[in-house]
């Protein structure tokens, strides 16, 4: 990773883009550096992810509440203030929403498996 210098990050100012899940809609904001991304992410209500997302992610619950599904039909519920940590390759996760929620998800090359 290279050195990122003090920053500031006004989400007011990101653009949102709009991924259209199996249902529901999520929306990000992305602040993207050399082996880091940084996102605030919203999924609407009934949101399900179109995939299985095999990405290390730390996914820190702002807002609401949501599960992720593991690919062994295990599910992990997450609720605001509340945080999961998952490196990459080491799971097959998708996350789900009823009623919507939003997240901070940190996720780059740190994560990834030496």
Excluded at 28 to 49: C, D, H, K, N
Excluded at 50 to 70: A, T
């Amino acid at each position: 990773m290279s050195k990122i210098p003090f920053q500031t990050i006004d989400w007011s100012a990101i653009k949102k883009t709009e991924h259209i899940g199996e249902t529901g809609t999520s929306f990000w904001q992305t602040m993207q550096f050399p082996g880091l991304r940084i996102r605030l992410v919203e999924y609407s209500e009934g949101y399900l992810a179109d995939h299985w997302c095999q990405k290390g992610h730390i996914v820190h619950c702002l807002e609401g509440e949501f599960v992720s599904e593991l690919i062994s039909g295990e599910r992990i519920s997450l609720k605001k203030g509340e945080t999961y940590v998952v490196s990459d390759e080491l799971s097959s996760h998708r996350s789900m929403t009823e009623s919507g929620v939003k997240l901070l998800i940190v996720d780059g090359d740190f994560l990834k498996l030496e």
